[in-house]
């Protein structure tokens, strides 16, 4: 798919837990949240998305946990600790 239906078809990123709520800590992780269309597969997630974070020079500590119910990347992103876990809506 070329990039302007990748931008029309939609997806967010949402924050959640102790830093949406406003009651985190310096050195705590920023629990992620990345809603997809449906179209993008947990497949996706784990083979392309991965690659596409190691690509960035910010991301370090890049550590896939698939064998969860909930995909999840671990990785820390410009020094910042974030859990991004993955969800496929309609």
């Given at each position: 798919m070329d990039a302007e239906m990748a931008s029309a078809a939609?997806?967010?990123i949402f924050t959640f837990g102790s830093?949406?709520?406003g009651v985190h800590?310096?050195?705590a992780d920023i629990d992620t949240l990345c809603c997809a269309p449906?179209?993008?597969?947990r497949d996706n997630f784990q083979n392309e998305f991965v690659k596409v974070i190691n690509?960035?020079?910010?991301a370090t500590e890049v550590c896939p946990v698939f064998t969860s119910k909930v995909p999840l990347i671990k990785m820390k992103f410009d020094g910042v600790p974030i859990d991004l876990l993955f969800v496929s809506l309609p």
């Open positions: 939609g997806g967010k830093y949406r709520l800590n310096s050195g449906r179209f993008v597969t690509g960035y020079s910010e």
